[in-house]
C-alpha cells in the first residue's frame, strides 16, 4: 500500500512540476520513478518520450500549453 501511495505522490509532484515548468525537477522525479519500477502514466510516458525525441518537442509543449489553459 505504502508502494502505491509513494507513486502517487511522485506523479502528481511530477505533473506540477511539468505545468510549472520546472524541467530539471521534473527530470529528477521522472527518473525516480523509472528507479522504482513503478508503472509510468500517460503523461511521465509522453514527457521520456519528448526527452529521448526532442523533435516532437512542438507537440509535448503545445499539448502542455492546452492542458494549462483548460485549469
Known amino acids: ?3 502505491k501511495i509513494t507513486n502517487f505522490w511522485r506523479s502528481l509532484k511530477c505533473w506540477f ?3 510549472q515548468g520546472n ?3 521534473a527530470n529528477q522525479i521522472l527518473k525516480a ?3 522504482s ?3 509510468l502514466s500517460p503523461l511521465e510516458k509522453w514527457y521520456q518520450h519528448k526527452l529521448k525525441f526532442p523533435e ?3 507537440d509535448f509543449d ?3 500549453l492546452n492542458s494549462s489553459q483548460r485549469s
Open 56 to 58: 516532437s518537442r512542438n
Open 37 to 39: 519500477g513503478a508503472k
Open 1 to 3: 500500500m505504502n508502494n
Open 17 to 19: 512540476a511539468l505545468k
Open 33 to 35: 520513478i523509472e528507479n
Open 23 to 25: 524541467n530539471s525537477l
Open 62 to 64: 503545445i499539448k502542455i
